[in-house]
DNA sequence: TATGAATGAGGCTTCATTCAT
DNA sequence: CATGAATGAAGCCTCATTCAT
């Protein structure tokens, strides 16, 4: 990837993720990027095809923030990784940045990316089938929504008190 | 209110619910309204205006799905409407799309509208301290997270088992 | 005259005058005129109806200024009145509006309405005649010409000293 | 400035003093310049832009114009350049359109432009000075004043004898 | 690879005008 | 006589995309 794909990568992140993608014009794009407006279309065919190469990008970072829960073996452990996720990367930019694109995009184009989050999933229930709750699967369920709903409070209520509930969350599951 | 009022409503609320305010152009509205588009603009001003008597309109129907909820006094049925309270009106599809337009717009425009939910916390809190649990703001809380994550996979994940999860929450909370 | 033709014709008139004939909706006229739109429909068939009843009106405004002075009959003050015809309107603000309002109907739509001078231009080809210039003609030519060019000044220009240059003007012509 | 940018000003600049400025569509230029409507946006920005590049470059126009006037140093021939400037430029059609726009912008948007005049104006009164006027700064302001009304008849009164007056003009001020 | 001029479709909005009441 | 809802054409402008250089 050269260094200009990047530049135009890096301005259609932060404009999809401020704006939205339908909002977020290819000249919008190219000016923050500091490119020219045909470049992009060089390089990714056209709107579409840079939106897909960001969902790509996206999918990668999340591999990445998944990968340290996937691979923990003490179920205690996952959950509280899982459950600490958010509030670790809500301290830089970048990453609100990130959670922000990933949520705006499933909304706006409506595809919720299941398989993202499907090892994830297997992994809670391994936990909390080692942890001995008794619905295991419901237990794994229940948690990911959370996530969700912790995610869009957390991102579009400004007063959302992320931490405090994060704190609250560990007490009830003990982690 | 006149009819065709009525009509540019009904066709700007499904459309904006299905493909999102800035991607629905206002000739779709009037197209589907089967009106003139220049209507649009005599009766809402601008496509801003209509989208506020969109948000308006909305907050009239949550305000009626609320005051179940809020006039209730026994603390265990506070909570069971209150969980139960989208699962109820995911029966009926004119229900799906009205959640549907809250979070999309919620999502495109960055607004949370939280006085609208502020009543219904309150009353959470008032039957968590009733159920004696130790920490009735946090509960209350947390609970509303999850009636944001719910809607947020009931809308986006197709597979998504919402009855499974609200009987599940039902049974944790014990109502 | 009905009271609310009236009412359309001033509010017309007025904005005609400030914003100019094409830049003027209907509906603004109506708003002014607080009057429904379709009103104005009915008594003026359309808005160049309305256009023509408004230059109709200034020209019997204009054969009220200038009847003082085609019935003079000194040459003197013929002249001396025909100069200050415009100082003496540029008093109350209805006058300017009056005299703006011929001046930008007259260049918006390149209508000069010479019949309108062409008594005035007579009258003063006798006064010049009478008080023995060589050519009464093109005096009264430059003289009409002087006025079109005071006129647009005085509208055009906020810092013009029209009165002075009037005192001057009769200090050349000796009125 | 790239061919089609000319094409798209001479279109506008004809079309403008036709019709003025906002009778004057943005479709109408593009189709009269042969070129795509979104050109004129890209160049310009917007219509009012376009009217800027315009009034500029009739400023430009008029520097040339008037830098005849402003070099010469003999006061009678300060004079009559200027009483000669518009009859020279009203031989070739282009000259016309030239005038025809600079006052129907004046016009329509009330805005005089005395800065460019100021230069002449200066000229003019010392040019009177030197020929002993008693009162030369009155006398440069007539002789401006003047040329807008002769500007005014040229323009918009179809019969008027713009060189009988002009000769006349000279006579009387002895150029 | 990179630019930016150029396009045409479509978006939001205004407007003159008509018509039922 | 008077209203104001309703229309359709047109106006200004933005956008994704293409193409010559």
């Known amino acids: 990837m050269t260094e200009k794909q990047e530049k135009i990568l890096n301005a259609a992140l932060a404009l999809f993720a401020e704006e939205g993608y339908r909002s977020t014009s290819t000249s919008k794009v190219a000016k923050r990027a500091e490119v020219s407006e045909g470049l992009i279309f060089r390089h990714f065919g056209n709107k579409e095809g840079l939106l897909q190469a960001i969902i790509q990008l996206g999918e990668e970072q999340a591999s990445v923030l998944f990968a340290d829960i996937i691979t923990e073996t003490d179920p205690r452990e996952v959950i509280k990784k899982f459950i600490e996720m958010i509030s670790k990367t809500s301290q830089d930019e970048e990453s609100i940045v990130f959670w922000k694109l990933q949520f705006k995009i499933k909304w706006e184009l409506e595809m919720y990316g299941e398989h ?35 995610a869009t409070r957390f991102i579009l209520q400004k007063s959302f008190d992320l931490d405090g509930t994060i704190e609250f969350l560990k007490q009830k599951y003990k982690v």
């Open 116 to 150: 993202k989050t499907e090892a994830v999933e297997q992994v809670l229930i391994k936990a909390f089938t080692e942890l001995r709750y008794l619905q295991p699967e419901k237990e794994a369920n229940l948690l990911l929504t959370l996530m969700d709903g912790l």
